[in-house]
């Protein structure tokens, strides 16, 4: 138990943190970690803007509960930022700058100094760009200084009986949209609608709607493809699919991994 001793151990000391949750099990650690070492001034918040979808921001506010730590929702929208909506490289760089801001703005409101985030030490690896936006901001990453990994993570989650320990990874539902495709509410909608009767049809828990435009493509964990196999189900979702403008539906035989869009289209 002394890597959790540590994260709670980074905090005290601190007079207040503001934490940004995503509805994740990294920032719910670190939220947890929070509240045990300052109580009723530590503050959880979780940016609503609209390319969130309702399972996340639902996970978010159980989890808050579950800990005992207060909850900010900050509401906006990222589709009323041209930088964003064009999507390009930088189009994380620009939604986590976005974030930043309302973060600093809350922060300034609550008189907290110190925002913190769920960066765990095997995202540095990854291609990020908005990590680097809220490092520039100030933000700080209590896993990352601590030398937590994805699996140190998930294995104290489980430690201190967190309920989502084990919850697939998942981000913002324009990340379905490759770079270079303009982001719509029209486009996430359907995204989100279709992975929701993905779930319900075939019990798999990892699944990303990839979005390319009359197309879709279907990615779910290697080991749960074969839960796709049912010739029914994927008739009745084939059907429900083509109701929302995608026309020809595949599923990836290679399974999901992260960052598999972060290619321009024409």
Known sequence: MKQIEDLVDWFYG???????????????L?????QKALGKQAVAATADYKTLSQEELESAKSV????????????YSELDNPDFVKNDQ?????????LAEHLLALSKKEKISLIVDGTNLDDLAEYRPGLVALKKNGVQSPLVEIGFTKSDVRRVAREIDLSIHDKPSN??????????NTVTAEKLVRIEKSEIMVKQLFGVRQVRVRDF????????DKNEIIFLDNKKNMSILEKYMNGLGFYRITVDPNGYRPGKLNVITD
């Not at 601190?14 to 719910?28: P, Y």
């Not at 808050?64 to 509401?75: F, L, N, S, T, W």
């Open 171 to 180: 981000s913002c539902l324009a990340s379905r949209i490759p770079w270079g």
């Open 90 to 98: 930088n189009r994380c760089f620009h939604c986590r700058t976005e």
């Open 213 to 220: 435009g009359d197309s879709a493509s279907i990615e779910v």
């Open 30 to 34: 670190v939220a947890c970690a929070a």
């Open 64 to 75: 808050c509960q579950e800990i005992g730590i207060r909850h900010v929702i900050i509401e």
């Open 14 to 28: 601190k007079e207040k943190a503001l934490i940004a949750l995503s509805g994740g099990v990294d920032s719910a």
